[in-house]
């Protein structure tokens, strides 16, 4: 009797935690959910000067104080004389009329690591909204892109975010160090030109969808569960209720369309792929992707931006959303258990590129 007396003591411990695990989880998300909308604001970092500050600093223990101050001299020298005769240009062509404002073209660096519903699209919309409000003849965008792919309407919505950018007439480099599979190619093929890493994941251009069904285990335990629905594929695969072969047909059907929607697009933007060879859910390195045709270019992102600090200001892009401390449980507290049913219910009833 004392046994039983104690096991239930225990029980109702565990209980009370996890009652009160989840009550803190729920208040967090509510709360955070109220200042979801909170104002962000853009983080602009030059990359150029962090790549001179790092010259310079590596130079200060290469070179003894007197080569340092003389080429710092003809520096200052020839930056002089520069501004000069911008000046003088500027004073020119304003006595005859011509004055116009311009400023040298610009690499802006964007990063994007997408989750499976894409919900990091809303500060890409921000960053590229932001870019076409200043953008100039002989801008260009890289975009950073890392992701294994996810739900269709989020990605499909992420890859029109990059489609303002050509439609701007902006030059789009896509840039993959690990992986841009599926949804995530879906985004990179929107790019003038891709580079990845010789050992980046690519491809994987297919749609998958997936769900546990425990039924068995309900019947097995005397448990019934009800479904209700107005029309008749409003519902076809379900987790709880035995699936017939006609609701599978029926989502099959519905993969397979997808999957054509998919084909048509990366058709679209890479007319050049052999469709038939890489559109069969595969993915494959970089090196074999050159091959396929599926990138431009065997290079990382930093052997990119690199070069282009030598000759030009680069600017990264990040925009960041405001979160109140509410919002910071929610991310750190509800994020696992968030993702969990994430997986598990959405996977089941859309399809996942």
């Avoid at 223990?61 to 000046?87: G, I, N, P, T, Y």
């Avoid at 960053?127 to 269709?152: H, N």
């Avoid at 750190?332 to 089941?348: D, H, P, T, Y």
Wanted: include cysteine; charged fraction near 30%; aromatic fraction near 8%.
């Amino acid at each position: 009797m004392e046994f039983l007396f104690d096991y239930g003591l225990f029980l109702a411990k565990i209980a009370t935690v996890v009652v009160s695990i989840i009550a803190i989880l729920v208040v967090a998300k509510a709360v955070g959910g109220k200042s979801a909308s909170a104002k962000g604001e853009l983080e602009v970092t030059n990359l150029t000067e962090q790549y001179k500050n790092t010259v310079a600093e590596l130079e200060y223990h290469l070179f003894d104080d007197a080569e340092l101050k003389a080429r710092e001299k003809a520096e200052k020298k020839a930056a002089k004389e520069a501004e000069k005769e911008k000046q003088k240009e500027v004073k020119q062509a304003a006595k005859s009329g011509a004055l116009e404002f311009k400023r040298d073209a610009r690499l802006f660096v964007l990063d994007f690591k997408g989750s499976i519903d894409a919900k990091e699209v809303a500060s890409l919309r921000e960053e590229v909204s932001a870019i076409l409000a200043i953008a100039v003849e002989g801008d260009e965008v890289l975009v950073r892109l890392e992701s294994g792919g996810g739900m269709v309407h989020g990605y499909g919505l992420a890859s029109s975010q990059l489609d303002r950018l050509r439609d701007a007439n902006i030059t789009l480099t896509i840039s993959v160090d690990k992986v841009a599979a599926s949804g995530g190619y879906m985004m990179a093929c929107i790019g003038e030109k891709i580079i990845a890493a010789p050992f980046a994941i690519v491809g994987s251009i297919g749609v998958v969808a997936q769900l546990p069904n425990f039924s068995k285990l309900l019947k097995k335990n005397d448990i019934e569960f009800e479904q209700l629905t107005a029309g008749e594929y409003k519902r076809t695969l379900t987790m709880f209720g035995e699936n017939s072969d006609k609701a599978r047909e029926k989502f099959q059907l519905e993969l397979e369309e997808t999957h054509v929607l998919f084909k048509d697009f990366i058709h679209e933007h890479r007319a050049e792929l052999d469709l038939e060879k890489v559109a069969t859910g595969e993915h494959w390195f970089g090196k074999q992707a050159l091959e396929l045709g599926l990138i431009d270019a065997i290079q990382t992102s930093d052997d990119y931006l690199t070069k282009a600090c030598k000759d030009r200001e680069v600017l990264a892009i990040h925009y960041v959303q405001k979160k109140k401390l509410g919002a910071k449980i929610a991310g750190i507290a509800g994020q696992s258990a968030e993702n969990v049913f994430m997986r598990l219910i959405s996977k089941g009833q859309r399809p996942i590129l």
